[in-house]
């Protein structure tokens, strides 16, 4: 019986080249970097905030041997934590906004509401990773799954900024400076993901977009911007 360990997934860019993917696969190693350092300098007594770092680290080791391998099986691994990485911050998003406007006001309210956002993204969560391990993951699909709630994280991170911009009046140099990073951040992750999604698209009918290793960026843009993002939630909440 093959396992997912012995089969082959199609290849990124890379791939066409060479019988490993070495850029996609080093440049991994900054994901799993990114993740170490926000878990060693994290002081937020909340322990999803580690938790949330420990998917990086496992999602850049899974990157690294996938794009090595490209076996189905460390294709899971690397595409399992951007999914949970994605949907746990759609959920963040949601209960700060939650937490500002009913925490102190209702508190059973916020319990509720924050309760049923909770089962609501867990339950897109799973389904999207029972999705990607039935049907792979460089499925157009995948790639709607994943967008949507990135998309959704980036517009209602910007829309709580704006209905809470009084609240921050005291922090003003600490708000502005965070908003700085946030507006890099969101620059930083469309454009690499847009290179990235540009060139997977075309390469398998195209060869030059086979050397311009936009893949390598996407793992540096992703996973700074993720990063950033956490540093947000850390912010709003305090």
Known sequence: MVTPWEIKEKPFCEGYLYDHEYANSITSLFIVLIG??????????????????????????????????????????????????AYYGMFFSIDIFLHKKYFHENNQLYCTLTSMASVVTTGLMVFTMDYTALYGQQEAVFVIFFALPILFVVISSFIIWYIYYDQYVEQNYTFTRMERMLFKALIIGVVTA?????????????????????????????????????????????
């Open 194 to 238: 847009s290179g990235w999604l540009a060139t997977e698209l075309t390469c398998e009918n195209y060869k030059i977009p086979r050397y311009l290793y936009l893949h390598t960026l996407w793992h540096f843009g992703f996973s700074y911007s993720m990063y950033i993002f956490l540093l947000y939630v850390i912010f709003v909440y305090s």
């Open 36 to 85: 170490a350092y926000g878990i060693y300098f994290n002081t937020h007594p909340q322990i999803y905030i580690k938790h949330y770092y420990s998917l990086f680290i496992i999602n850049g080791i899974g990157s690294m041997i996938f794009h090595w391998s490209l076996h189905k099986g460390w294709a899971l691994i690397d595409s399992f934590p951007m999914l949970m990485l």
